[in-house]
């Protein structure tokens, strides 16, 4: 079987070793697809759609079906979920990750059950362990923006250094910083083109992430 074909059997390996999680808007056909060549291209078998907009859950469940024929071996999810019932119909269209801003266990639970990864944003210590205590993994940093990320990894992985936190929206000049600070992973989109547009430009921009952050193509 090729690295084409190869199915990721949990889907937020792709943390471990790649690093990078790109999370876009599903609501553009050529968009999505440019992405989904550039992710396998690059070694980083997995694709956020987010349910942002008029129309993004039907385009997001769409994008799913299109992608299982067309790029079997990448692991499609969705973002912007926050309750169960959203996680359960995504599901239910094949998402392989629920990506959520807020920590919603009735989610975590049905994502459980499914035996589909679940990766809830947090905020604060307190809502980080609290999502650990819940099941999860790994943990988003959201909104990561709006505060100085590397200083708030520092001072908080001084104290758990076991929790693993993903910064997301971050662009390429940040992770290295944050990869230094101790990020685990990097949920990437719209800021890391600066600009940039078609397959080729978003391959080229997820190997100098992927560079950037440590991580490593999981076809190598």
């Known amino acids: 079987m090729s690295p084409e074909d190869r199915p990721v059997a949990s889907p937020l390996a792709v943390l471990s070793r790649a690093r990078l999680l ?3 808007s599903p609501l553009n056909e050529v968009v ?5 060549d550039a992710c396998v291209a690059s070694g980083v078998p997995a694709l956020e759609l987010l349910l942002r907009g008029e129309g993004a859950e039907p ?3 769409a994008a799913i079906t299109r992608l299982t024929r067309s790029h079997p071996s990448l692991a499609v ?3 912007t979920v926050f309750d169960a019932d959203t996680a359960r119909r995504a599901i239910d269209a094949g998402a392989r990750i629920v990506v959520s801003p807020i920590i919603d266990t009735a989610t975590g639970a049905v994502c459980q059950a499914a035996s589909v990864d679940w990766l809830p944003g947090a ?4 809502e980080i ?3 650990e205590r819940t099941g999860a993994q790994q943990v988003k940093l959201f909104p990561a923006l709006a505060i100085n990320a590397p200083a708030f990894l520092r001072s908080f992985l001084a104290t758990r250094p076991a929790s693993r936190i993903v910064p997301t929206n971050v662009s390429l000049e940040e992770i290295p910083p944050l990869a230094a600070a101790g990020a685990a992973g990097f949920g990437v989109g719209e800021r890391l083109l600066e600009g ?3 397959a080729a430009a978003i391959e080229d921009r997820l190997r100098a992430a992927m560079r950037a ?3 490593t193509p999981l076809d190598a």
């Open 123 to 126: 905020f604060t210590p307190t």
């Open 196 to 198: 940039a547009t078609g």
């Open 129 to 131: 362990e609290l999502a």
């Open 77 to 79: 999810g969705v973002g």
């Open 22 to 24: 790109p999370a876009i």
């Open 213 to 215: 952050a440590g991580g």
């Open 59 to 61: 385009a997001a469940f």
């Open 32 to 36: 999505v697809s440019d992405w989904a």
